[in-house]
Each structure stands twice: as C-alpha cells, then as structure tokens.
C-alpha cells in the first residue's frame, strides 16, 4: 500500500519505519512544511520520496494518508486533505483530541473516507531523529467515531494498528477527550508545572540540580515535550482540562492542609489510598495497554 505521512517527527517518522519494517507499506510518501524535518528525514530514510502536500496526494494508486501533525494543524488541513484525496483513499489522524477534528470535516462529502484515531504512544522527544522502531508496540489506539467511517476505511485502519500491534479501543470523540484529559493531559500540565516550579528555585537555591534523582528526573521527563505540540493540545482540549485541573488543585490543596496541620496519620491514610493505582496499573499492563 502507498502511504503518506504528513508530518515526519516522532509519530510519523516512528510509523514509517514499522510500516515499511512490516511490509505493509509499498512506498512512503513524505510530507513535512519544516525544512530541517524534511533534512533529517532524508539522511534517515524515513520517506522513499518526500514532495509537496498537493502533489504527495494526486497520487494515482488508492493508499493511505496519515496526518501526524499539532491538533491545530490538522483542524486546518483535513478538510483540504480530504478535498484532494481520491474516493478509495483512507485518510486518519494521529491527534491527542478528537472532537475539533472531528467537527471540522463533520460536513465534508468525504468524511466517511476519514478514521478518527489516537494511538497513545510517544515519547518526550520530538523531530525526526526521535523516530524509533517499535514505539507503538503494545500500546493502546483508540478508534473514535467509527460508525462515521465507511467499512473499507475502517478495515484499512484495523489492519495498519494490527500491523503496529497495537490493541485497539473504541469511543465518540467527546468521551475521548473527556478521559485523555485524566490520563494523559493533566500528567503533562504536572510535569510542566513542576519543572516552572523547581527552575525558579533553583534560581536562587544554586545547588539544587545536584539533589536530583531517579524520582524526579522521571516526574519532569514529560515537560521536555514538545510546546509547538501540547499548547494546542490544551487548546483544543481546555473545557475538560479546566475541569481536570481544578480537580488536581482540589487534591493538592487538601493535601496541603493536613501538612500544614500535621495530620500525619490522614497523610498516611491519603498515600495508602493512592497506592491502590498500582493494582489498576497491573491490571491495565496485563492488557497490554500503556
């Protein structure tokens, strides 16, 4: 099958390479507005050829576009996508929020032709030199709004995740984002916060980086992600996040209090409780979800 991927960074380059690895691409179209991205997709082989939006899609062979891009952006393109685009093309996303993208081709006479998909997977790298074999295996995709895509879309799609041996879920978009905001975004906003927090410190307290561990190396690595990718994350997703986040406040502003008060057997009590997400974990790793 004849891919393009729109986008060659760390999603869409990683998918080249287990695409093509698998044999289930014949040739990988690149596409990439970012001169240095095109570069370094060169030098790796990500891309058998890489060529402008337009004529990257008047291909003549039926095949697969992959639009693996900043939320914002695929808001803007997929429509223009799905306007260039034959009637046997398959066209999906590979955007952390669904319900924007979703509405923006909700009219489009093409929009049975598109797959609303998520493969959560990544990494807090970003650009074509952090593509890597194997990022999707084991992981989680979700499938979204499936019964507004047509039956040789969707079996596209199934067989691309089945390739990326990806386990496979499905839901609206709305719940989507609903739960992503949980699971996903707020983590992100934690990372980001707390690496704000420490770097002012550490402006003033010079040796502080020297205390720095395993613990908090790990609960930072996620605010080395790229910003051009999760501010219009936040954007597109704000409604839930508000909610989201309020939540987490609620939670630190009740731990906060028992500190201040020395209610040291609630602390105790609160940490036992939120060990309860190890058994959760087991049981979701048991899956082979992320």
């Known amino acids: 099958m004849k891919i393009t991927v729109i986008g060659l960074g760390l999603i869409g380059g990683s998918l080249a390479i287990d695409l093509r690895e698998k044999d289930f691409a014949t040739e990988i179209i690149g596409v990439d507005c970012n001169e240095e991205h095109r570069r370094q997709a060169r030098n790796r082989g990500l891309a058998d050829r890489i060529e402008t939006l337009e004529k990257a899609l008047r291909q003549p062979d039926p095949g697969l576009v992959i639009l693996a891009i900043p939320v914002d952006a695929i808001v803007s393109l997929l429509p223009k996508v799905l306007d260039l685009v034959g009637p046997e093309v398959t066209v999906t996303d590979m955007g952390s929020t669904k319900a924007a993208i979703t509405a923006?081709?909700?009219?489009?006479?093409?929009?049975?032709?598109?797959?609303?998909?998520?493969?959560?997977?990544?990494?807090?790298?970003?650009?074509?030199?952090?593509?890597?074999?194997?990022?999707?295996?084991?992981?989680?995709?979700?499938?979204?709004?499936?019964?507004?895509?047509?039956?040789?879309?969707?079996?596209?799609?199934?067989?691309?995740?089945?390739?990326?041996?990806?386990?496979?879920?499905?839901?609206?978009?709305?719940?989507?984002?609903?739960?992503?905001?949980?699971i996903s975004h707020v983590s992100h906003i934690t990372s980001f916060v707390l690496a704000d927090t420490v770097l002012d410190i550490a402006k003033d307290v010079k040796t502080i980086f020297d205390l720095a561990g395993g613990g908090f190396e790990s609960t930072v690595r996620l605010a080395k992600s790229s910003p051009e990718m999760w501010q219009p994350i936040f954007k597109h997703n704000q409604q839930h996040l508000v909610t989201a986040v309020r939540a987490y406040i609620e939670k630190m502003q009740g731990f906060l209090a028992k500190l201040e008060g020395g209610e040291w057997n609630e602390i105790r009590d609160f940490l036992t409780e939120a060990n309860e997400i190890k058994r959760v974990l087991a049981k979701i790793g048991g899956r082979g979800a992320p």
């Open 104 to 182: 923006s081709v909700e009219k489009h006479p093409k929009r049975a032709q598109y797959v609303a998909s998520h493969p959560m997977a990544g990494t807090e790298n970003s650009g074509p030199a952090a593509a890597i074999a194997g990022l999707f295996r084991g992981r989680t995709t979700v499938i979204c709004d499936a019964e507004k895509s047509a039956a040789f879309a969707l079996r596209t799609i199934d067989r691309m995740y089945e390739v990326l041996r990806m386990r496979k879920i499905y839901m609206n978009s709305a719940d989507h984002d609903l739960h992503t905001a949980y």
